[in-house]
DNA sequence: AGATACGATGCAAGCGCTTACATCGCTTTA
DNA sequence: TAAAGCGATGTAAGCGCTTGCATCGTATCT
């Protein structure tokens, strides 16, 4: 029975202690306008009963809750994690406090857990990427609630928003495999529809093949859910093909990594007879065999900003402009050249 | 400037569809209380307001939230990461939001965030482990919170709790090294002083040992953080004194492919120069190379009972006992037999 | 047709907290 | 010494929602 379950509230500690609720109100809120011996009184008090004051009617009565929401696709690698960690951490550096929520990559779950959020009274959102519902945008837009993108950027759209431009990353990395005289090349991407990443790391791959005057339409594609398993697959299916590609650049590491496994099970060597690429830089890129060539991403910083960008928004009001992070080619051993072998044309 | 955001209320609503706010309040939550024209008259008003019920006053109401709340010593790696996903995803099939929060791995850390998360009206805990401070305990025992421990079980202490003997799975696997013929066993573990789970696996495997008639006090052992940088420099550290251990046995996954990493820069190889052990199963373990025997953790399985097994301490208040999952040990290739040459004694 | 019952809806009392404003008593100032 | 000022504390009005109880209108029964 929750019904029986009853806490001290701040009229019991009032009581306790002598003094108005007001008085204890403010003891814990504005310690320095209360006078030192009233104030131990309460506090005695206080720690006597067990208070700890109701979150919901402090919200109700206060308007804020110096609580940060953030809605992510996954917790289940590190590519948010380690972000996020680095968020929470500078988020409890000011006073915030962090609620998690994930939506296993299933955009549809998104709405409902932004809303759940809200209605808990998040100061403000954390979001992963632009792609959304504009139904949902327009709810976020009439709520007035601070939102920053993160994981993302494109200077067309003029939201808040911390991150980096996935087409031109992907388009450098594919400049570099296109350098080592790479001409056939797969790609096992993440599922683009609702992911914009992941579409944005396509389109770079196209723009870059375009320069070069290849065409995406001749590569082999495959989109899968990310994963180590499906990298795995992705790459057997890719390999088993006539024309096989020299080089497979993946849509995150943990595809590289399932793609690297793909490769020695069917006895191919890495780079030798295939490169692989992955994105994002995670720990797994240098642990496996061998580490990767990736795209760096600054996490951890990613993380520190885009706390302190969402706070300055909460408290500030003022919209900062969209920020680019940048990112860096890791170059591994994961690529290499393009062995004349498996040059088919011609 | 937050006053200027003004959210429609219930008022607001019940004003637009000309009922009153108990006939709104109906409608979102006993639907079927209300005429089905009233119902629809009001739904639309709802829409047409982006009306969000305001989740403190609602709480203040009626005493449920239907969120669980959770907190993790750490959200970097993927140890707690899949469990919890699976906790996630049981929670929501059961209409409850899940709040996840991290501590670090620093335990005094903990205590605000439990608070954080019942004041915020959590309707249950999943804590993980049982090491706390007793202070702690006696408030969550106050407030009649209901706590569900994970990741650990210890048949002697009768909380409600899911997981698997740490000890046990530990003094397992030691077992098996033994068998290997290893006589000198070096030991990565994490940091034991607040953390249970890393105690326990410790303390498995001087039981073995002492079963075969060794003694702890003679293994080398290096206590550091988690992390995959902090077991590279163990291993190295371990592998550079005179008496070489034959094999290390890591306290979790991440800290073995770190020791894997940091052999390879010896020049060591793994199994024959030295064996490797982890613990979880994590997917890193068979990633690495050569991919990692260590202790296989159910973790999804472990998420979806807890979620079942706190909901119905939620719902009922009955208190299950505590169910050991139980763990298998994962044989792979980073564990081999002592090589003579090593055996360093007599 | 009048009495009865019942389902749909409205009314209004809180839930526990914060805070603007009022009050009180003391120190400062002329 | 009386007026003015100021800091500490108390008073009480909500914040937005749920829900027990009252009310009302219609269907049902005799």
Known sequence: MRSSRSFPTLEDVAKAAGVSTATVSRCLNT???????????????????GYT?????????????????AIIPTMENAIFARGLQAFQEELHRHGYTLLV?????RPELEEEQIRALVARGADGLLLIGYDRDPALNAYLHQRAIPTLIAWAFKPEIPKPAIGFDNRAAMARLT?????????????????????????????GFAEALGATGLDLRDMPVIETPYGFENGENAMIRLMQTDAR???????????????LRGARALGLAVPQDVSVTGFDDIELARIVTPPLTTV????????TKAAIALIALVEGGDSLPPTDLGVSIKRRESLGPATPRDEQAG
Not at 31 to 49: G, H, S, Y
């Open 245 to 259: 590609p020299t080089a497979v650049m993946c849509g995150n590491d943990v595809l590289a990594a399932g793609a």
């Open 296 to 303: 760096h991403v600054p996490h951890r910083e990613m993380g």
């Open 31 to 49: 310690p320095d306008r209360v006078i030192k011996p009233t104030r131990e009184k309460v506090m005695k008090a206080v720690d006597a009963l």
């Open 101 to 105: 929520s994930s939506t296993a990559y």
């Open 53 to 69: 004051p109701n979150f919901g009617a402090r919200v109700m009565a206060a308007k804020r809750t110096f609580t940060i929401g």
């Open 175 to 203: 400049r570099e495999v296109l350098a080592q005289g790479h001409r056939r090349i797969g790609v096992i991407s993440g599922i683009a529809k609702g992911n914009d990443r992941a579409a944005e790391r396509l389109a």
